[in-house]
């Protein structure tokens, strides 16, 4: 039984999938019966069949050619619910997570003519950043280093202080945090 499960680990570290990452990291990032569900979902069904990485089924992301990732097996999409939209632009750090339902918005549309969206600057989000659930990034914000956004915040402007928890509607400091120490610090980061 171990020389099969090597054989299986060795053949798919050597695979390239179209998001960066090989088989095998997409694996134990994911679990097996994630990955064959995004799988099904993605090249099968191609609900996100577009995206190169990852995105759970019940997610969204637009424009992803505009989304520049730290890590190739950081999955943006992956918590249930998301929608990202990268018209303008995205830059993510390692170590992002995205709760369920939260919303990354980088282009408005135009207030005269509901058909056209605004050009702007790119959403960038830095290093161990977590978006809680049902929080919306609006465009043209910038987030640094360890910023926790609460559940249910919307932030509208930027907040490029490191180590800080922002929360409410319009999202403000409410807090600083300590520095970030968690183990996947120095490791490439996933959603989760």
């Avoid at 709760?99 to 702007?120: E, N, Q, T």
């Avoid at 926790?148 to 800080?164: N, P």
Wanted: glycine share 12%; hydrophobic share 40%; charged share 20%.
């Amino acid at each position: 039984m171990r020389k099969p499960l090597m054989l299986f680990r060795a053949i798919l570290s050597r695979v390239r999938l179209r998001g960066g990452d090989t088989g095998w990291e997409r694996l134990c990032a994911l679990g097996i019966r994630v990955t064959v569900q995004t799988w099904l979902f993605q090249r099968i069904l191609r609900i996100n069949g577009a995206v190169p990485w990852p995105v759970h089924w019940t997610s969204h992301v637009s424009f992803h050619r505009n989304i520049q990732r730290a890590a190739p097996t950081q999955h943006i999409g992956m918590s249930p619910g998301t929608y990202v939209q990268a018209l303008n632009g995205l830059r993510f750090g390692r170590n992002l997570r995205l709760g369920p339902g939260s919303k990354i918005i980088s282009a408005d549309h135009a207030l005269d003519d509901y058909s056209r969206h605004i050009a702007g600057p790119p959403i960038v989000l830095g290093d161990n950043v977590w978006i809680g659930a049902n929080a919306v990034i609006l465009p043209g914000v910038v987030l640094g280093n360890h910023v926790v956004v609460g559940a249910g915040a919307v932030v509208t402007k930027s907040f490029a202080e490191d180590d800080i928890l922002i929360a409410g509607v319009p999202a403000r400091k409410v807090r600083d945090l300590p520095p970030y120490s968690g183990s996947d610090q120095k490791r490439v980061g996933s959603e989760g």
